[in-house]
């Protein structure tokens, strides 16, 4: 698997740190889960943030808080962490959607279909993915928020070029697209749609009925 | 940044580079069970966890709870932990964000500190020849941090580590929105960069 495309800098900072809204960090989890430089790059931003860890200030701990610890530490034999149930465990799914439970393939209009990815999202973004037949072609298309896709199978071009399997198209409100998905296998991908649905966008439109936002 | 850690250095040596002995601590944990180590960590890192953690707004209380806990998990996962792979600070540091995700949740069906733990299990690739180990990685990037000047630091840490919106950093630091943005750019390019000449 050849990635060309790779998450923003920002991105993978905003990752390793945990402040990514988890609607957004499962669409990025799946890029990492299949591009070891990103996993690479995730591991030197958890450097930095261990770097900024020893170089915080103190604050004041509770009396005898190290004590209590150990106490506990001592106390309770080590447990194994219990395990997360993974739905999808025997999917061919990136690791990372394991997790969660998929809803079922439905057609939402010519050949593209939709399937629900059930990820709970404090802010307006919505998780899905999408199987769309080879020379499909989505009308151009503005976004009104960010727009974040992994494709795990097939490939899809627009105007910022090709998006093969493991690339990650991190697209914001700047962009209009264009997509045509390449001739060969149908195209999967992950997408996570951030805001209200505008009636121009033809993705949010399609989708619509089926994320009720 | 730079500032704020003079004020906690307080003349502790160790507040410059306690990398080496913070992964000679966590070893001392898993081999022997070692107390003094374990009580070498929890004074080390537990306070800084704390007040980076009411940073990113966590109340003291539950700070405080989520800093114990990091250390608690230290001395239960200390026998997982492999110097060759990454810094003790960036094993705690990640530990310490698994835990602020789980416990400040709000839908039980979030899954996202089980996301970082499938990621963290899956087998890591291989360095290629010629890449630098685990102590040279951590001394680039200290010496990426301190290349950067202090304003971008700051952006860096206050948007990515904190979490906190645009407006929120023009706000704390009395600047136009425009430029809060521009020098997150300038400093995450130049950062990616200074990284980037590690691989």
Not at chain 1, 74 to 95: C, H, I, K, M, Y
Not at chain 2, 132 to 152: G, I, K, M, N
């Amino acid at each position: 698997m050849t990635i060309i495309h790779h998450p923003s800098a920002a991105t993978l900072a905003a990752f390793a740190s945990g402040t990514l809204d988890e609607a957004r960090a499962v669409v990025v989890a799946s890029h990492l889960a299949l591009c070891p430089q990103c996993q690479a790059e995730r591991a030197r931003f958890e450097t930095v943030g261990g770097a900024l860890l020893d170089a915080a200030p103190s604050a004041v701990m509770n009396e005898g808080a190290m004590e209590r610890t150990l106490q506990r530490a001592l106390a309770t034999p080590d447990r194994a962490a219990p395990a997360s149930t993974r739905p999808n465990a025997e999917s061919r799914l990136p690791a990372p959607l394991e997790h969660y439970t998929l809803g079922n393939w439905r057609r939402i209009g010519g050949a593209v279909e939709f399937r629900a990815v059930d990820v709970p999202s404090d802010e307006a973004v919505r998780v899905f993915m999408l199987r769309a037949a080879p020379g499909t072609r989505l009308p151009r298309h503005r976004h009104t928020g960010t727009e974040w896709t992994c494709v795990f199978e097939g490939a899809f071009r627009h105007d910022l070029g090709r998006f093969g399997p493991g690339d990650f198209d991190e697209a914001d409100e700047s962009h209009e697209h264009n997509p045509v998905v390449e001739d060969g296998p149908s195209c999967i991908c992950l997408v996570a749609l951030e805001g209200s649905i505008k009636l121009q966008s033809l993705l949010g439109r399609l989708v619509q009925p089926f994320i009720r936002i | 940044m730079r500032g704020e850690m003079k004020a906690s250095e307080g003349g502790d040596a160790l507040a410059a580079n306690p990398a080496a002995e913070a992964a000679q601590w966590v070893v001392a944990v898993a081999q022997r069970g070692d107390r003094v180590a374990f009580a070498c960590l929890f004074d080390f890192y537990a306070p800084r966890l704390k007040s980076m953690l009411m940073r990113m707004g966590v109340s003291g209380e539950i700070a405080e709870d989520i800093a114990q806990d990091t250390l608690l998990a230290v001395w239960r996962k200390a026998a997982l932990y492999d110097p060759e792979r990454a810094a003790a600070s960036a094993w705690i540091y990640a530990i310490a964000r698994n835990l602020r995700i789980d416990r400040l949740r709000r839908d039980q069906r979030a899954k996202l500190f089980a996301i970082y733990e499938t990621l963290e299990t899956q087998d890591e690739p291989e360095r290629p020849d010629g890449s630098l180990d685990t102590a040279q990685d951590e001394a680039r990037v200290r010496t990426a941090l301190s290349a950067l000047p202090e304003e971008q630091v700051r952006v860096v840490q206050l948007s990515f580590f904190e979490g906190r919106a645009h407006g929120d950093i023009a706000k704390l630091l009395d600047l136009p929105l425009g430029t809060v943005k521009s020098r997150i750019r300038l400093a995450m390019n130049r950062l990616r960069d200074l990284l980037g000449e590690m691989t």
